[in-house]
T-cell receptor
Framework: RKEVEQDPGPFNVPEGATVAFNCTYS??????FFWYRQDCRKEPKLLMS???SGNEDGRFTAQLNRASQYISLLIRDSKLSDSATYLC???????????FGTGTKLQVIP | DADVTQTPRNRITKTGKRIMLECSQT?????MYWYRQDPGLGLRLIYY???????NKGEISDGYSVSRQAQAKFSLSLESAIPNQTALYFC?????????????FGPGTRLTVL
């Protein structure tokens, strides 16, 4: 089983839609969790860290489910500018090296 | 100015050539990483360094070597490049004092091995 798994998509959604991505991780000792956004041919940039209590930043909400070992990202009121690949990431326990999922591609359609 | 820089940004080389990719950071972070990204395979860790005297292999270190010349500099070498090393290479940093492992990436180096 891969350490971090994501549905590669693509998710094609109309503007204004709500879309959710899930990401599963295999290491129960993982301590830190992240969602990154990557535009085509660019470097990944942190979108949100994911906390046990869940966190929200504007239209974006991230949640962690330790029991089922997954993290989620919810995007409300999708914009054209949200089109990108979203990578989840988690550490290998004890804030050590980070493993990334392969990414989920989102295309927001006018 | 960018906090994490990579040189060169693009490189085309031939099989068997030695190539060095360089990474510098002004963030003052102690940890540095090299990843490669291939379509459908995501980001894979090649090597990482938690301080100047600490170098560790990642999941795909074969065919690569690294040097941590200073806290701010971490270079990746391909001793004898082969075509399947054609990829997008990213350097990243993180701060162990920050309490998490948020990674800050450089702009990437697109390497083509013919």
């Amino acid at each position: 089983r891969k350490e971090v798994e994501q549905d590669p998509g693509p998710f094609n959604v109309p503007e204004g839609a709500t879309v959710a991505f899930n990401c599963t991780y295999s290491n129960s000792a993982s301590q830190s969790f992240f969602w990154y956004r990557q535009d085509c041919r660019k470097e990944p940039k942190l979108l949100m860290s994911v906390y046990s209590s869940g966190n929200e930043d504007g239209r974006f909400t991230a949640q962690l489910n330790r029991a089922s070992q997954y993290i989620s990202l919810l995007i409300r009121d999708s914009k054209l500018s949200d089109s990108a690949t979203y990578l989840c990431a988690t550490d290998s326990g004890g804030y050590q090296k980070v493993t990334f999922g392969t990414g989920t591609k989102l295309q927001v359609i006018p | 100015d960018a906090d994490v820089t990579q040189t060169p940004r693009n490189r085309i080389t031939k099989t068997g050539k030695r190539i060095m990719l360089e990474c510098s950071q002004t963030k003052g972070h102690d940890r540095m990483y090299w990843y490669r990204q291939d379509p459908g395979l995501g980001l894979r860790l090649i090597y990482y360094s938690f301080d100047v005297k600490d170098i560790n292999k990642g999941e795909i270190s074969d065919g690569y070597s690294v040097s941590r010349q200073a806290q701010a500099k971490f270079s990746l070498s391909l001793e004898s490049a082969i075509p399947n090393q054609t990829a997008l290479y990213f350097c990243a940093t993180s701060d162990s004092a920050g309490g998490s492992n948020e990674q800050f990436f450089g702009p990437g180096t697109r390497l083509t091995v013919l």
